[in-house]
């Protein structure tokens, strides 16, 4: 007797049809839009791979590139160990509980733009809680003028809304690992430490790819919050790639050149997240 | 239906004909001889024959950004390489 039915991949249908319509045609609409050039009126000329020629030796896109591969890398050095801290910190049991995911959740309720806007204010020097009480303390903090400070502020305002995605997938992680783990782990008289390495750690490892994919992909396609607090600026120093695919596409009406940066844009994250996913997966069959 | 807001052009949809092709092989292939040929190649992982054509798609969009990006030549050259790269995929990986 057949153990399955293939009927069943019919239940993916809907599925299929939602993907095709918000990804595979769009994607595929870009791709056309690569090989062209227009002016408009819907009048398409074909460019051939000029314009993948032209975003490969540009210098402005090589420069995004590299500060969103500098951001990414830092968000994911700092956020993921956080992540792990907090929740491991987090009470198990108690009224300990509920406030502590209620608290973590918020940062992630709240809509991107607004905390570009929260971040955008706090930080200023005049008004901002942040920037006022570092003036006062004799800090020179200026984010709108000094790269640096741009994009430290870009980091912390990211840490601050994201790192409580980290906490709670490896806070659910946590819970999900039995006690008899734990009892083993105290007969065997075993220190925190080995319990994190040898208990903790391993379990976690799926809910961590799970965190390390989802902060790297939102990372490096982030857009709303560098927007609206340094505007990819001062200069071009917080210019990542999606400020610069939209300038390019929206502000220059350069929809060849944008869609071809989109596309190698797409096949980076596509790579890194496999790598990312085969390094933590490899050792799970 | 008019479709002209997608600038189709004719190398594109045999592109994507390709593409679609190659997933149908891929699923001849898997009705042929199911469960997907695993094995653990040189790069020391489990991939199935999905995997293999995943690495080689992957790979090959990279030869031809790498092609063009460092070289003044016809992109024929990186079609070869890439056929050269994906056999290799396929028996090694």
Known sequence: MKPWNNRAWFLVLPMLLLVAFSAVIPLMTVVNYSVQDTFGDNKFFWAGVEWFRKTLHSERFVSALIRNLIFSGIILAVEVPLGVLIALRMPKKGIGVPICLVLMSLPLLIPFNVVGTIWQVFGRNDIGLL????????????????????????????????????????????????DAYYQAA???????????????????????????????????????EPFVV?????????????????????????????????LIYFLIILLVSWVFYTVMTRHED | MDLSWMAWTK???????????????????????????????VLRLKTHRGDRLFITLLGSAFIHLAWLGLTPFSLWGALIVSAIYGTLVFSFV
């Open chain 1, 131 to 178: 920037g006022g009480t570092l003036k006062s303390l004799g800090f020179d903090y200026n984010y709108v003028s000094n790269p640096v400070h741009a994009w430290v502020t870009l980091i912390v305002m990211d840490v601050w809304h994201w790192t409580s995605l980290v906490v709670l997938l490896c806070y659910a992680g946590l819970a999900s690992i039995p």
């Open chain 1, 186 to 224: 105290q007969i065997d008289g075993a220190s925190g430490w080995a319990r994190f390495r040898y208990i903790q750690l391993p379990k976690l490892s799926r809910v961590l790819t799970i965190a390390v994919l989802l902060r790297f992909m939102d990372s490096f396609m982030i857009y709303t």
């Open chain 1, 230 to 262: 340094t505007g990819g600026g001062p200069g071009n120093a917080t210019t990542f790639l999606s400020i610069d695919l939209v300038k390019m596409a929206t502000r220059e009406f350069n929809l060849g050149g944008a869609a071809a940066m989109s």
């Open chain 2, 11 to 41: 190398p594109t949809a045999i592109f994507f004909v390709v593409i679609a092709l190659l997933i149908a092989g891929m699923a001849t292939w898997e009705r042929i001889s199911p469960g997907g040929s695993p094995r653990v190649g």
